[in-house]
C-alpha cells in the first residue's frame, strides 16, 4: 500500500506546472502508415506559437496520425533530438524520461524497463515496436534492451502509449506500447561518425551514411557498443570470496540499412534490414551456483531482420499498406560445471534460437473530414527451439483483426472506438480486447479526455511449455561419461501447462493543453488513473524453483504529470508519477509458495514518486548544456536518484560540423537501487564524445 502522500503531491504537483511531450510534426515520410490529420479547431494554423510548430501530433496509439486533441489514451513523445541533447547513453536509460515508466537491472547486467513496475525479470507485458516492427523475443516475450538493433543517432522520435493498447497492437501490449521510430532515408542523407568514450571503459563508435538519386533513397549505419558493466557485487563478508572482479560486460555491433524507392506518385516500397552480432557476459557466481560453475557462461549474440513494407495511395483519403518482415534471434552460451557432491565435470549450456514471421495489412479511409477508419489483420509465426528450456521446440501462432473508429460530431467533441479480435494458439482461443474515448474541448488548445480499456495477456511459450533441465556433454573424467553424457543433470523444472490469460480494465481521465507564455510555449498532459489487473501470472522462474501459476491481482490508481515550456534558447521538462497500488495473492497455497513474497515480486520494479526534471540551454558561439535529475523512491532496495550534466560546442565549417561534447552522471545514492550486485566505484561517471556530419 502506498497513500501517505497522495493529495499533498498531487496539489503540489499540479500547482508547479504540469508537463507535456515536446513534439515536432511528423515527417510526411514516417515508416508509420498514416493519413494527415482531419482538420480541427484544436489543430492547425491556431496551434502554431513561436517555434512554429501546430499542435503536437502521435503517430502510433490508434494506428492513425492524430494531434492530442484526438489521441485515445496520454502518449509521451521523445524526440530524437532531446535524446542527444540530454545526452542519453544507453537506450533504456531514454525511459526515464516517461512518467510512470521505471529502470533497473537484473542478474549480472541485464536492463529491464517496466511501466507501473508489473514485471518479472523478464518484461513481458509491454509491446515494444521499432518500425512497425515487433522487437520483443518470441518464445520469451522479453526485451533484450542491450541487443536492440537501433542506434540513439538513428532516432526520429520515441513515442510511448501509457496504458493497454491491445486494441491496437494485440495480446503484448497489455500495459502500454513503446514504438521507436528511427530516421527516414530522406533526413539522414550524408556522412556522420561519432565517437564516444567513458567510465567503466563505456565506448561507442558510430558511422553512417546516406545517399540517393531520384525517387530512391537508402541509408546505411554501423555502430559497436562496448561497456564493462558494474564494478563488484554484494561487499564479501570476513571469510567469503573476493567478488570484486564483477563478470558482466558486454560487446555488440550492428549493421543496418534502410531505403526508399517511390515507384510513383501513388506507390512506395520500403526495406530494413540488419545483423547483430555480440558478446554479453554472465558472472559465474549469479547463474551457475547450483552447479558448481567452472567457467563463465558468457552469451554469443547473433541476430538479424528483413522487413519492407510497400504503400499504395487509392486516393488522397485513402491508403493502405503491406508489410512482411523476419526476425531470428541466436543465442549461444556454454559453460563447464563441476556439480556439487559429484566428482565429474562436464558442459552445459543455455543455448535459444528463436524465430519471428509477421504479415500485415493496414488501411487507413477518411471518410468525411470528420470521420476516419483504420483496419486491417495480422498474422504471425514464433518458432522457437532450445533443448535446455524446452527438451526440443515448437511454434505458436496468432492472428488478429483490429479497427479504431475516429468521429468528430461536434467541433468540440473527438470519439474513438477500436478493438482487436486475436487468436492464439498458447491457449488455443480467442480474445477480444476493445477501447472507447471521448475527447472533449474545453477551451481553446485545451481537451480533456476519457477513455476505458481493456486487454489480455496469454502465457508465453516458455510460461507454458517449459521444459527446463541441463544436459551433459564433454564429461570428464571418463569413468562418468556412460553414467552421465547426453543425461539431463542437476534441478529439472517443468511447466503446468495449465495457466491461462491476465486480464486488465483500465480507466483513464486525462488533460491536454497548450498555453502561450510570454515569448515561448507552454504543453501540459495529466493523466489519472484507475487500473484493476487479474490473474497475472505470478512466482518464481527458476530451474530448482517453479511456483509461476495465474496468482495475484492488482489494484494500481495514481497520477501522472508532463510539462514542457521552451523559449527560442531555452528548454525546459518536467515528468512526475505518482502510483498507489494494492496488491492480492488470489492463487493455490502448494508447497514452496510464499503469498506474501509472490506479491512483493510484482514490485520489484514499482515506484511510489518517480520523475524526471531537464533544463536545455543555447548560448552564443553554438555552445549549449543540460541539466537532468532522475529520482525513483521505495523502490526495491532504497531510493535512485541521479543528476546528469552535459557542456557541448558545434564547430561549423561549409560542408562539415564538428560536435564535441562531455557529459558527467552524478548518483546521489552509493546503494545500488535494484539488484544488490549492481554496484560501482565512486559516485561520479564520465563521458566524453566527438561527432563529424559531412
Same mark, same amino acid.
Given at each position: ?14 500547482? +508547479?506546472?504540469?508537463?507535456?511531450? /515536446? ?39 490508434? =494506428? ?14 521523445? @524526440? ?23 529502470v533497473g537491472y537484473v542478474g549480472s547486467n541485464k536492463p529491464v524497463v517496466s511501466y507501473h513496475g508489473t514485471v518479472?525479470?523478464? @518484461? ?31 532516432? &526520429? ?48 563508435? $558510430? ?11 537508402? /541509408? ?11 564494478? $563488484? ?19 555488440? &555491433? ?7 524507392? =517511390? ?57 493502405f499498406h503491406v508489410q512482411v518482415n523476419y526476425q531470428q534471434y541466436k543465442r549461444r552460451q556454454s559453460w563447464r ?41 495480422? $498474422?504471425?509465426?514464433?518458432? $522457437? ?71 489480455? =495477456? ?113 528548454? +525546459? ?11 492480492? +495473492? ?14 512483493? %515480486? ?15 540551454? =543555447? ?13 525513483t523512491d521505495r523502490f526495491r532496495n532504497g531510493d535512485y536518484q541521479r543528476i546528469d550534466g552535459r557542456l557541448s560546442?558545434? +564547430? ?14 552524478? %548518483? ?5 537501487? %535494484? ?20
Amino acid at each position: 500500500m502506498m497513500k501517505d502522500c497522495f493529495p499533498y503531491t498531487v496539489t503540489t504537483s499540479l500547482l +508547479f506546472a504540469v508537463t507535456a511531450t /515536446h513534439a515536432a510534426t511528423a515527417p510526411p515520410d514516417d515508416p508509420t502508415d498514416t493519413l494527415p490529420p482531419a482538420p480541427s479547431s484544436v489543430a492547425g494554423t491556431e496551434g502554431e506559437f513561436v517555434m512554429e510548430r501546430p499542435m503536437p501530433e502521435v503517430l502510433s496509439t490508434a =494506428r492513425l496520425r492524430q494531434p492530442k486533441s484526438r489521441v485515445p489514451g496520454a502518449t509521451t513523445v521523445i @524526440q530524437g533530438d532531446l535524446i542527444r541533447q540530454l545526452g542519453v547513453v544507453d537506450l533504456w536509460e531514454i525511459f526515464r524520461l516517461v512518467p510512470g515508466m521505471t529502470v533497473g537491472y537484473v542478474g549480472s547486467n541485464k536492463p529491464v524497463v517496466s511501466y507501473h513496475g508489473t514485471v518479472a525479470y523478464d @518484461q513481458r507485458r509491454l509491446q515494444v515496436l521499432i518500425d512497425g516492427r515487433t522487437a520483443y523475443k518470441p518464445s520469451l516475450a522479453d526485451v533484450d534492451w542491450h541487443a536492440m538493433p537501433v542506434a540513439l543517432e538513428d532516432i &526520429q522520435r520515441i513515442e510511448i502509449s501509457r496504458g493497454p493498447n491491445a486494441a491496437a497492437y494485440g495480446i503484448n501490449a497489455f500495459l502500454g506500447t513503446i514504438n521507436i521510430i528511427t530516421k527516414s532515408p530522406d533526413s539522414a542523407q550524408g556522412a556522420h561518425v561519432n565517437v564516444g568514450y567513458g567510465s567503466d571503459n563505456h565506448r561507442d563508435i $558510430y558511422a553512417s551514411v546516406g545517399a540517393g538519386r531520384g525517387d530512391f533513397q537508402y /541509408h546505411l549505419s554501423f555502430q559497436r557498443r562496448d561497456d564493462d558493466g558494474f564494478d $563488484y557485487e554484494i561487499e564479501p563478508e570476513p571469510g567469503e570470496p573476493d567478488r570484486s572482479d564483477f563478470h558482466d560486460s558486454y560487446r555488440y &555491433q550492428f549493421a543496418n540499412v534502410d531505403a526508399i524507392w =517511390r515507384v510513383n506518385p501513388s506507390d512506395s516500397v520500403e526495406f530494413w534490414a540488419g545483423v547483430t552480432d555480440g558478446t554479453d557476459e554472465e558472472d559465474k557466481d549469479i547463474i551457475g551456483e547450483a552447479f558448481g560453475s567452472v567457467t563463465e557462461p558468457d552469451i554469443m549474440v547473433d541476430d538479424y531482420y528483413l522487413q519492407t513494407k510497400w504503400t499504395h495511395q487509392v486516393n488522397p483519403r485513402h491508403r493502405f499498406h503491406v508489410q512482411v518482415n523476419y526476425q531470428q534471434y541466436k543465442r549461444r552460451q556454454s559453460w563447464r560445471v563441476r556439480p556439487l557432491g559429484i566428482g565429474f565435470e562436464a558442459t552445459t549450456n543455455q543455448d535459444l534460437t528463436e524465430s519471428r514471421v509477421e504479415y500485415q495489412i493496414q488501411d487507413t479511409l477518411a471518410f468525411t473530414p470528420d470521420t476516419r477508419l483504420v483496419s486491417g489483420g495480422t $498474422y504471425r509465426e514464433d518458432g $522457437y527451439h532450445s533443448d535446455t528450456f524446452f527438451n526440443g521446440g515448437g511454434n505458436t501462432y496468432q492472428g488478429r483483426l483490429f479497427f479504431n473508429l475516429e468521429h468528430s460530431p461536434l467541433s468540440w467533441l473527438t470519439l474513438n472506438g477500436g478493438a482487436s479480435l486475436e487468436k492464439t494458439s498458447d491457449l488455443d482461443d480467442t480474445f477480444f480486447s476493445p477501447r472507447v474515448s471521448a475527447n472533449f474541448q474545453i477551451a481553446k488548445h485545451q481537451t480533456l479526455r476519457f477513455v476505458v480499456s481493456k486487454a489480455v =495477456r496469454t502465457p508465453d511459450a516458455f510460461e507454458q511449455n517449459a521444459d527446463w533441465g541441463y544436459r551433459a556433454s564433454d564429461v570428464t573424467p571418463p569413468a562418468f561419461v556412460p553414467l552421465v553424457e547426453g543425461q539431463r543433470i542437476g534441478p529439472q523444472a517443468m511447466a503446468t501447462g495449465d495457466l491461462h490469460e491476465e486480464r486488465i480494465l483500465s480507466r483513464e481521465i486525462s488533460y491536454f493543453g497548450q498555453f502561450r507564455l510570454g515569448d515561448g510555449l507552454l504543453s501540459t498532459e495529466i493523466r489519472l488513473f484507475d487500473d484493476n489487473l487479474r490473474d497475472l501470472l505470478s512466482g518464481t522462474l527458476n530451474v530448482d524453483d517453479w511456483t509461476l501459476e495465474n496468482s495475484v491481482d492488482l489494484d494500481q490508481k495514481g497520477i501522472e504529470l508532463e510539462n514542457s515550456l521552451e523559449f527560442r534558447d531555452s528548454k +525546459f521538462r518536467l515528468t512526475y508519477a505518482y502510483m498507489d497500488q494494492d496488491g492480492r +495473492f488470489v492463487g493455490d497455497t502448494g508447497p514452496g509458495i510464499d503469498p506474501q513474497r509472490t506479491v512483493e %515480486q510484482e514490485s520489484r520494479l514499482t515506484a511510489q514518486h518517480s520523475g524526471s526534471l531537464a533544463w536545455i540551454q =543555447r548560448y552564443d558561439f553554438d555552445i549549449s548544456s543540460a541539466v537532468t535529475y532522475y529520482m525513483t523512491d521505495r523502490f526495491r532496495n532504497g531510493d535512485y536518484q541521479r543528476i546528469d550534466g552535459r557542456l557541448s560546442k558545434t +564547430f561549423r565549417w561549409p560542408d562539415q560540423t564538428v560536435d564535441v561534447a562531455l557529459l558527467m552522471q552524478h %548518483q546521489i545514492h552509493d546503494s545500488p537501487p %535494484q539488484s544488490l550486485n549492481n554496484n560501482v566505484r565512486g559516485r561520479n561517471q564520465f563521458f566524453a564524445e566527438v561527432g563529424l556530419r559531412f
